[in-house]
C-alpha cells in the first residue's frame, strides 16, 4: 500500500510496490507496466513522482522502456538480479519453492557478540530481541536463521514469526530493509543442535554466515546469522 503519511518518499513506495511485484510473480517478465499517466491516476501522484519511480526501477533492471510502445517487465535470469535486499521468502517464491518458517525461539537476550555490540552501539538496555526460525524448502529443513533486532522492535515478539518478517516490517512498522552490510563466511561442521534440526550427520560440513541489514536512512535494522546445509542447491538453485 501506498501510505502518504510515511516518511518514505512517495517514489521510493512506488518503486518497492511494483518491484515486489515483479519479484513475486504477479508481474512477469514481458508484461507491459500501465503508462505513467495511468500510474497518476491511480496512485493520485504527480508525473515527476512517477517518473522517478519509474526511472529507478529502470536503473535496478528491473524493467526496460521501449520507445513509442511503454515499459516492460525485464527478462531477467540468477545473473541479472537487482542488487539490493531480497527476503529468503521472496527468493523461495521467484524459483517457485513453497517456504514455511518454524519458530525455534523469540525472546529477548543479553548482547553477546562484538558483532551486535558493534552494530546497535552502546544499547543502554544491553538486550536484543532475538527470533530463532528453521526455514524448510518444500518441506525439507536447509536453513538455521536467528535474527537480532534492536529493543526497540521487541513488539515483533507479539507478532505471528511464520512468515515473512521483511513483510511484516514494511507493512505494520513501516520499516524498509534497504542495504546489506558486510557479510562473514566460513565453513563450520555440524553440532548436535545443528545435525537435529538439518536432518544431517553431526560432523557435517555447513555454510555459516553473520550480517548487518540497514535501512534506508542507513540505520541498523537487524543482524542475521544463517547456518545452511552445504547440498542447498539441492532444493533452492541460488539464494540472495
Excluded at 519458530?103 to 527470533?131: H, L
Excluded at 513483510?167 to 513501516?174: A, R, V
Excluded at 542495504?179 to 538439518?198: C, M, P, Q
Amino acid at each position: 500500500m501506498i501510505e502518504r503519511t510515511n516518511s518514505i518518499p512517495l517514489y521510493l513506495q512506488l518503486k518497492d510496490k511494483i518491484k515486489r511485484e515483479i519479484r513475486t510473480g504477479i508481474l512477469r517478465p514481458g508484461d507491459k507496466l500501465p503508462s505513467e499517466s495511468q500510474l497518476q491516476k491511480q496512485y493520485g501522484m504527480s508525473r515527476v513522482t512517477v517518473r522517478n519511480a519509474m526511472e529507478a526501477l529502470t536503473v535496478e533492471g528491473y524493467i526496460i522502456k521501449v520507445q513509442g510502445k511503454g515499459s516492460f517487465v525485464a527478462q531477467s535470469d540468477m545473473l541479472r538480479l537487482p542488487i539490493g535486499v531480497t527476503s529468503y521468502t521472496e527468493d523461495a517464491k521467484i524459483q517457485g519453492v513453497s517456504l514455511t518458517s518454524k519458530v525455534i525461539k523469540a525472546e529477548i537476550e543479553d548482547i553477546a557478540s562484538d558483532t551486535d555490540r558493534e552494530f546497535f552501539g552502546e544499547d543502554k538496555s544491553g538486550k536484543v530481541v532475538v527470533i530463532k526460525r528453521l526455514r524448510c524448502a518444500n518441506g525439507v529443513p536447509i536453513t538455521i536463521e536467528e535474527n537480532h533486532f534492536s529493543m526497540d522492535l521487541v513488539k515483533l515478539l507479539d507478532e505471528d514469526l511464520e512468515g515473512s518478517l521483511y513483510e511484516l516490517l514494511m507493512s505494520k512498522y513501516h520499516i524498509v530493509p534497504a542495504n546489506k552490510g558486510r557479510r562473514s563466511i566460513k565453513i563450520s561442521f555440524a553440532t548436535e543442535e545443528v545435525a537435529h534440526l538439518l536432518d544431517l550427520g553431526v560432523g557435517t560440513p555447513v555454510i555459516d554466515s553473520e550480517m548487518g541489514v540497514f535501512g534506508t536512512s542507513g540505520e541498523p535494522i537487524h543482524t542475521v546469522r544463517d547456518i545452511v546445509r552445504g547440498d542447498n542447491d539441492r532444493f533452492m538453485r541460488w539464494y540472495v
